[in-house]
């Protein structure tokens, strides 16, 4: 790294800068190392942040045959718990589908997302691989032009410019990828209207299944996380604070959604994070603007309802790898571009996927004025019905559900 002449601006440089050391910068940053690319990792976050941030839990078996195959998953091997089982909870009664034992017969991996984010950093500073913690990218530059570089600021406020031929923009949904993206991207934004209360509990699971409860109250969710923690939601209004319910409330609303009463109790514990989660999705549209590829959340915002944004996050960036690798190292001019074309069809599926869940789990509001959340909410059980006897509806629904 050297410094500029008014000793303002440090300057250094890599082939690919990679932003954000979430699932996608991270499992991209070990597949560029392994291929001898030369790389940096800038990360906004600490390293003990980004090594404790609960999130996802769920893993496709997609997900983890990528991580098999580049030897990133040791970690989920050994600690992650085969799930395949969901259980439905409506007025009209409960039903379990086992997922894991219809369609393509694939199931889930419980594994922590800060545990497998906690197992990538570790395989990539151990094979060589340069990171910079505490360190915010600003701006990406002249991504169409001949000097395509980042600009950032270092832990110490000082700036910092990284020159590099390609900049792979993992940094999420509030990053400086999406802030530096040309007039000519095009963002694709559906707002499905409900919000839900993200709540982690230090309570051991209720349930041995995923649970989803559709209530008239809202909408109610369960899902493990290990055996000594839980992740539930719970819908809620539009703008609702993360600390508008007490605990109390919380578990009494959960016990109510979840229909405790009839179905077994809850095990309660404290809460130990919680955050609001407003269910919008969107797509920029293409992922590549010249130098500029986009991965992960910063490419697509899935809604949770249906767990697809980790898994999404580890196939873009095993593609986007496999892409610059075929540019730097063997000079294909198409490759970066198919990238694009590739990563965005596995993300529509993704979106249909999720749209279709979303409308299982909530009667969506917004609806016409004559009679349409009745409307909605008869179709929203129709649905539940057909799920419950069609055989080949729950083939559908179980490749669908594992798959990315
Ligand atoms: P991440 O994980 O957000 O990582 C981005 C990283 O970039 C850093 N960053 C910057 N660094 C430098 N400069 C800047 N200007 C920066 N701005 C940001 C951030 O600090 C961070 O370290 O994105 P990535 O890698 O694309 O991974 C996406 C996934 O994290 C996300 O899709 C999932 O967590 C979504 N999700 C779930 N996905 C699943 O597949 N299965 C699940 O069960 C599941 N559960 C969830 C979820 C998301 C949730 N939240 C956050 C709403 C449950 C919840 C509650």
Not at 174 to 185: D, E, M, Q, V, W
Not at 325 to 354: N, P, V
Request: aromatic fraction near 6%; proline fraction near 4%.
């Amino acid at each position: 790294m050297t410094e500029d002449q008014n000793g303002l601006e440090s300057r250094a440089s890599a082939d690919v800068v990679v932003l954000g050391a979430g699932p996608a910068g991270l499992v991209l940053g070990n597949l560029l190392v392994a291929a001898g690319i030369d790389c940096v990792v800038l990360e906004r976050a600490s390293r003990a942040h980004i090594r404790n941030r609960a999130r996802a839990g769920f893993l496709a078996p997609n997900t983890v045959r990528i991580l098999d195959r580049h030897g990133l998953a040791d970690g989920l091997r050994r600690d992650g718990r085969s799930h395949g089982t969901c259980e439905f909870r409506t007025g009209d009664g409960r039903f379990r589908l086992d997922y894991g034992t219809l369609g393509r017969r694939e199931r889930h991996t419980v594994y922590p997302q800060q545990n497998l984010v906690s197992d990538l950093l570790e395989r990539y500073v151990g094979a060589g691989g340069r990171i910079r913690f505490g360190t915010e990218a600003l701006t990406v530059h002249d991504a169409d032009g001949t000097r395509p570089h980042v600009t950032a600021r270092e832990p110490d406020g000082r700036p910092v410019r990284w020159d590099a031929r390609y900049v792979a923009g993992c940094d999420g949904r509030h990053g400086a990828a999406r802030r530096s993206l040309p007039p000519t991207a095009v963002r694709h934004r559906h707002d499905h209207g409900v919000s839900w209360l993200g709540l982690l509990a230090e309570a051991p699971p209720s349930l041995d299944a995923v649970g989803y409860a559709v209530h008239d109250r809202g909408f109610a969710g369960h899902m493990a996380r290990g055996p000594e923690v839980t992740r539930y939601y719970l819908e809620c209004h539009r703008g609702t604070p993360a600390d508008a319910w007490s605990e109390e409330r919380i578990w009494d609303e959960l016990d109510l959604r979840m229909r405790a009463g009839k179905y077994g109790p809850l095990r309660r514990g404290p809460i130990v994070e919680r955050g609001v989660v407003d269910l919008t999705c969107d797509v920029v549209e293409p992922l590549r603007h010249g130098s500029l590829l986009l991965a992960g959340d910063a490419a697509s915002l899935t809604a949770p309802a249906a767990a697809k944004g980790a898994n999404l996050a580890v196939l873009e960036a095993e593609l986007l790898a496999g892409a610059l690798t075929d540019t730097l190292r063997r000079g294909d001019a198409g490759a970066l571009d198919r990238y694009s074309a590739r990563s965005l069809a596995f993300i529509w599926r993704a979106q249909e996927f999720t749209q279709w869940m979303t409308g299982l789990l909530h009667a969506l509001p917004g609806q016409d004025r004559s009679g349409g959340s009745f409307f909605q909410a008869s179709v929203r059980r129709a649905r539940l019905d057909s799920l419950r006897t069609s055989l080949a509806h729950q083939d559908w629904f179980a490749e669908n559900y594992v798959g990315v």
